[in-house]
């Protein structure tokens, strides 16, 4: 967006990573928090859901922990490819698939906490998932974005990413 001039060249700011689980439903037989990457080895695991790595971050993300683990060619058959990351959490949410790897933020929020379980994927299985913004130009109140960033990159916004599951910069 600052090379096509669209947005403001110095407003470029990240405030943080996501992370991504294995995320199974509470009644499913296959438990992540157990088995870890082993999950996808289990019987019960016939649909394994994952964001499209063609035009998703997380999507990559999955593709590269299965690719390091040995996993992509014996899953292949079995993948359900959502759009985004939210669709694939609800696809395994709905039971349209046995196990999926998700976003770590949709897994903390109360509905996906309350229903299922999780295990928290290796930083060295996936390149990282940088997560930064910009102002626009075209920013009807710069002033409000400002407010906006400055408040992500605070002390109680940070707290907030923390709080489901992101990893912040350090405060420079």
């Known amino acids: 967006l600052i090379d096509a001039g669209l947005a403001e060249s110095d407003s470029l700011f990240e405030y943080g990573a996501g992370r991504i689980v294995i995320w199974t439903r509470n ?10 990457i082993d999950s996808f080895r289990h019987p019960a695991a016939r649909k394994v ?7 998703a971050p997380y999507g990559r993300a999955a593709e590269a922990v299965l ?20 669709q694939t959490a609800q696809f395994v949410e709905s039971g349209a698939a046995d196990v999926g790897i998700i976003a770590l933020s949709l897994a903390l929020s109360p509905q996906m906490r309350r229903t299922g379980r999780h295990w928290l994927i290796p930083l060295d299985l996936h390149p990282p998932l940088r997560q930064a913004g910009v ?19 605070g002390s109680e916004g940070r707290n907030i990413l923390q709080l489901y599951g992101f990893l912040v910069p350090e405060n420079e």
Do not use: C
């Open 49 to 55: 859901a994952i964001a499209n790595p063609l035009h």
């Open 27 to 36: 009644n499913s037989p296959i438990d992540p928090q157990t088995l870890g």
């Open 135 to 153: 102002i626009l130009k075209r920013a009807r109140n710069r002033a409000a974005a400002k407010a906006f960033v400055d408040f992500l990159q």
């Open 67 to 86: 690719k390091s683990t040995g996993l992509l060619e014996t899953l292949s058959e079995r993948l359900v490819i959502g759009e985004n990351i939210a």
